[in-house]
């Protein structure tokens, strides 16, 4: 069993570290026949070629099922007009497992007809297709679009008059068009009679009117780089990083090497950490795109990937059985120039970039948009040095082990420490499954239920630690001694600290580990707590599974927003965030909380959290066509994040953004920073500047 599984590890480790694009499904097209006469009709055959071990769904199954449907739309051109539907020759039926439907698929080959009715000389034949690819082999899906153009076909005979639209045609057009512009009666009472205001197009970043305000000076290039070595700093202190402490001491913790072989393994560990951080990075934000990076951090399968194994990892800690793979690659290494234990380490380096992925991309998001905007020198240094102080701590994690071997061993220990860090990997393995939970809307691990799940896993740690329990490898304790004594007394006072939370207490130290508020069954807190709150113009849309903390009422889609913001004559509050951002439940459970700055979001501004990780599809109409990469945005988040990247030039999260009647930014954008002094002031500043240009 262990074999298998570090095998698989292995595998999927090498695919992070090689950063390349996947394209297991190539398409071609053709024409039935190529000469054909006006009025007469042929089929349109488009042909895929699928990668062994690989899938594409068909379009012929319930579209609510989960899975994206193959899909081909036309340009609309008088010369012709759709006979029926998009046809798929022959697909397999499939049960999918993961989203619990029957659906249809094609393996190896793969062929869709639509039928057309020529009606011009002058055949024109365009369009675009979409759809999904599959591999069941690690479980990986990989969304694919493209274009066409038929070409080759002549026609004879007098053009004809099409007898009705075509709807496909018109229903394209329609979502193409612009986004409508504000109703004129939304905001005549607050506009002046001189202003007119067009349609949303986005926050205008008017530096103009921000001078001095940006604490980063971008023409430095020094100073970007001690500013990216600050943020390697700050993820080392983020919910998703800690995770991978106590994995990494207990994979370094081992018997059968030396002091001089221990401590060259963790300089190994560092510079993959560095190397993996630097070229993946950097590499899959250009070939990606700037929202490559944060729909891998929210997408359930890494997420559960990583779930799976720290799960893995604690009950091998715990006893459950031993993972010999590690062990036996450096056991061979002497034979072998030691390539196995090199991979060991380069694995749990590729695992510890993973796995921070949630807390660290947001952070680094800036980065990111540079690499894909074309640069090159500035952002690969910026990562480089990003990573470099990612990369030291971890290293001196590697070392501890090493200096942990010159301490006392009476009895067990050293596997007394494996046991305590195995309980710790157990409780942090939920925060992985709570960021797939809470981007999907599966509702399976609540507030409530996370905490619950804790009080019983740091319980019996307390247990352990007292010896009123013991694992298969554990010595009899016959004696406590202080240490344990006084771990186990601020287990059980963590215990303590979490049982308020069951009825609703913030535990705020903890928000970025914990599900968020509204998920929570019980809240006596909220029940308790006064009511009132800001005012706003309509029912927001998407409130059924999108809400803002602290009772506090707002909007959670942009052109919603600010026509509410225009109507009321106040600073809209944009508060770009994501189900997986644990940063953003930090800065809303510290800073937020706080009366000074509470009292400013319900009475000063209309607030909007737009949402970069939601995958809940769109109505058709409501797609847009993104002035960043020209591709269709078809989901919430998205629509949330190309608005992001192309009006901000930034992708990370948590990102709060201040913008008035006319769409202009007020004050410089705001991260994460749990300074509630500085978060006032950039309120205030906004407040500020509206007051200047409008009143």
Not at 38 to 64: R, S
Not at 168 to 197: C, G, I, M, R
Not at 381 to 400: E, R
Not at 682 to 690: A, V
Request: hydrophobic share 45%; net charge negative.
């Amino acid at each position: 069993m262990s074999r298998v599984l570090f095998s698989v590890i292995l595998l999927f480790a090498s695919g992070i570290a090689s950063a390349q694009i996947l394209t297991p499904a190539k398409w071609s097209w053709s024409p039935s026949k190529t000469s054909v006469k006006t009025g007469e009709e042929l089929d349109l055959i488009f042909k895929v070629t699928i990668d062994k071990n690989w899938y594409v769904y068909a379009n012929d199954f319930d579209p609510d099922c989960g899975p994206l449907l193959t899909t081909v739309t036309f340009e609309p051109h008088p010369s012709f007009e759709l006979v029926g539907k998009l046809k798929a020759i022959n697909p397999l039926d499939k049960h999918d497992e993961i989203f619990e439907c029957d659906v249809k698929i094609f393996k190896g080959t793969g062929e869709f007809r639509q039928r057309i009715k020529v009606l011009g000389r002058e055949l024109k034949i365009s369009g675009e297709y979409e759809g999904q690819t599959c591999t069941e082999v690690d479980g990986k899906c990989i969304p694919f679009d493209g274009e066409f153009t038929f070409t080759g076909i002549t026609v004879s005979g007098t053009s004809i008059e099409p007898k009705t639209p075509d709807k496909k045609q018109e229903q394209l057009t329609e979502t193409k068009e612009e986004p409508a512009p504000v109703p004129a009666d939304s905001a005549k009472s607050e506009v002046p009679k001189t202003v007119q205001y067009g349609a949303i197009t986005g926050p205008v970043l008017d530096k103009s009117i921000l001078e001095g305000n940006n604490d980063l000076d971008d023409s430095s290039f020094f100073g970007y780089l001690v500013f990216a070595f600050v943020l390697g700093l700050i993820s080392l202190v983020t919910p998703c990083v800690f995770p991978m402490v106590p994995m990494t001491v207990t994979f370094f913790l081992r018997d059968n090497q030396s002091r001089k072989e221990g401590i060259r393994n963790a300089i190994i560990f560092g510079v993959s950490i560095i190397a993996i951080y630097t070229l993946a990075g950097t590499l899959f934000a250009v070939l990606l795109g700037a929202e490559g990076l944060n729909a891998l951090a929210t997408h359930w399968a890494p997420n559960l990937f990583v779930f799976a194994i720290f799960i893995v990892f604690a009950l091998s800690f715990l006893g459950l059985f031993e993972i010999n793979a590690p062990h036996q690659l450096v056991n061979k290494a002497d034979q072998k120039a030691e390539k196995g234990g090199l991979a060991g380490i380069f694995f749990m380096a590729a695992t510890l970039v993973l796995v921070s992925f949630s807390c660290t991309i947001p952070i680094v998001g800036n980065v990111v948009v540079m690499s894909a905007g074309g640069q090159i020198l500035k952002p690969i240094l910026a990562m480089f040095s990003y990573s470099l102080a990612f990369a030291i701590p971890f290293t001196l994690f590697a070392i501890f082990p090493e200096w942990m071997k010159g301490m006392p061993k009476s009895g067990g220990w050293l596997n007394s420490v494996k046991v305590t860090l195995g309980f710790l990997e157990l409780a942090l393995a939920l925060k992985f499954f709570s960021i797939a939970d809470q981007a999907y809307h599966w509702g399976l691990l609540d507030r409530d239920t996370n905490i619950a799940l804790w009080i019983v896993i740091f319980a019996l740690l307390g247990f352990y630690l007292l010896g009123k329990i013991r694992t298969p490898h554990d010595s009899p304790v016959e004696k406590v001694s202080v240490p344990r004594l006084i771990l186990a007394t601020l287990v059980f006072s963590f215990v303590i600290y979490l049982v308020p939370g069951l009825w609703g207490a913030p535990l705020k130290a903890l928000a970025g580990y914990l599900p968020p508020q509204y998920t929570h069954d019980f809240d006596l807190v909220s029940m308790t707590r006064s009511t009132r709150s800001n005012e706003i113009c309509d029912l927001p849309k998407y409130t059924d599974f999108l809400h803002l903390p602290h009772g506090l009422n707002g909007y959670f889609d942009y052109e919603q927003a600010l026509a509410c913001a225009r109507e009321q004559n106040k600073p809209l509050f944009i508060d770009f965030t994501g189900h997986g951002c644990t940063n953003c439940r930090e800065m809303e459970a510290v800073v937020w909380s706080d009366p000074a700055v509470l009292n400013r979001l319900k009475n000063d501004f209309v607030i909007v959290a737009l949402y970069v990780d939601d995958k809940t599809l769109l109505p058709e109409s409501e797609w847009i066509t993104s002035r960043y990469d020209d591709k269709v945005k078809k989901t919430i988040g998205k629509k949330n994040a190309d608005l992001q990247i192309a009006n901000l030039d930034n992708n990370a999260q948590p990102f709060y953004v201040l913008v008035g009647k006319d769409e202009r930014v007020l004050a410089w954008p705001y991260g994460y920073d749990r300074s509630v002094e500085k978060f006032v002031q950039f309120l205030e500043s906004g407040k500020k500047k509206y007051e200047e240009l409008y009143d």
